[in-house]
């Protein structure tokens, strides 16, 4: 039995067309509360949740130096949008946060990996000196993800939330933070 292979994934700017291929993958193959903040009762896919995912990528067509703060790609494996990955400005300096959710059929491939190792790439190429992202105990995937490219995990006092950071050393170099 050969090895299976981690697909390649691509980050494509958000344009109209590929906006319409995420909002589909999105309200077709991933739950509504994995893409968007609970705006509505109940966790489907409703026109309020498809409008604030629209709005949400248009306004980061700005990118990093617009209103928002922040640019969003779409993750794109062999021609097919399976979800999206952001870079946002913190108020540590030089420190982006990253957030990324992925539709059902694009999990447990290693699309997860490639796609936080190409947003790494994007936030060194933009000068940042690390990338910090923040999930919770019950998303196993991401903290493995996570873990396996080296971010020094933080539990929160709760022992809920983690927050993740990966720093940077002068030549875009990824380093494990202590």
């Given at each position: 039995m050969?090895?299976?292979?981690?697909?390649?994934?691509?980050?494509?700017?958000?344009?109209?067309?590929?906006?319409?291929?995420?909002?589909?993958?999105?309200?077709?193959?991933?739950?509504?509360?994995e893409?968007?903040p609970?705006?509505t009762?109940?966790?489907?896919?409703?026109?309020?949740?498809?409008?604030?995912?629209r709005?949400?990528?248009?306004?980061?067509?700005?990118?990093?130096?617009?209103?928002?703060?922040?640019?969003?790609?779409?993750?794109?494996?062999?021609?097919?949008?399976?979800?999206?990955?952001?870079?946002?400005h913190?108020?540590?300096?030089?420190?982006?946060e990253?957030?990324?959710?992925l539709?059902r059929?694009?999990?447990?491939?290693g699309?997860?990996?490639?796609?936080?190792t190409?947003a790494?790439?994007?936030?060194?190429?933009?000068?940042?000196?690390?990338?910090?992202?923040?999930?919770?105990?019950?998303?196993?995937?991401?903290?493995?993800v996570?873990?396996?490219?080296g971010?020094?995990?933080?539990?929160?006092?709760?022992?809920?939330?983690?927050?993740?950071?990966l720093?940077?050393?002068?030549?875009?170099?990824?380093?494990?933070?202590?």
């Open positions: 050969a090895a299976e292979q981690t697909p390649s994934i691509v980050l494509v700017a958000v344009d109209g067309t590929v906006l319409a291929q995420l909002i589909h993958a999105a309200t077709t193959d991933a739950g509504a509360d893409v968007t609970p705006l009762a109940g966790r489907a896919w409703t026109s309020d949740r498809v409008a604030w995912l709005d949400f990528h248009r306004v980061r067509r700005a990118g990093l130096a617009g209103p928002a703060g922040e640019e969003a790609w779409a993750v794109v494996v062999d021609e097919l949008v399976v979800g999206s990955v952001r870079l946002k913190t108020d540590e300096h030089g420190v982006l990253m957030g990324i959710w539709t059929g694009a999990r447990g491939r699309v997860g990996r490639e796609a936080t190409a790494l790439r994007e936030a060194a190429s933009l000068g940042a000196s690390g990338v910090r992202a923040d999930t919770t105990v019950a998303n196993p995937g991401a903290l493995a996570l873990r396996r490219l971010f020094h995990l933080t539990l929160s006092d709760d022992g809920q939330d983690v927050r993740a950071l720093l940077f050393d002068p030549a875009g170099d990824y380093c494990i933070c202590k």
